[in-house]
């Protein structure tokens, strides 16, 4: 089931990286091609919000390509006795995969809140043991398994 999981969050990001960088070369192409049939101030204007956007969508593609190098890192064999990263936790109040903050993943009929070791809730599991105890944002919970 973790080898189902992680190669789905390693599909999300790879499609959240072609989509930033289709939407960085459309920025662009139509920076480019305001240049040309525009005049004065309405061509910087464009060329500048066309920067704007070609920079938030390089931001968007790098943050997706660090996250794949991460995912990468990830050992499936390994034996978890402490929550850490690559670890499918599973609580009394759901479950979690320790890897990138991805949001819910849906993998059989079950949700998964894939998050990352940098989160709120990551940085409770973290070195937490099954049986261990915890509280997050008000609620009690209790680890049942580490995968």
Known sequence: ???????KVKQLVEK??????????AAKNSANEEGKSSAGDKYETARAMGQIDREMNGRM??????????????NLQLPFLSVGLGALVKTTMGDFFV????GVVTLNGKNIMVI???SPIGQILIGKS????????GKAYEIVSID
């Open 1 to 7: 089931m973790k080898a189902e999981l992680l190669e």
């Open 16 to 25: 959240r990286m072609d989509t930033s960088w289709q939407a960085m070369e």
């Open 61 to 74: 593609y790098e943050q997706a390509r660090q996250d794949r190098l991460l995912l990468e890192k990830i």
């Open 99 to 102: 890897a990138i903050g991805a």
């Open 116 to 118: 990352s070791s940098q």
């Open 130 to 137: 099954p049986q261990e105890s915890f509280e997050f944002r």
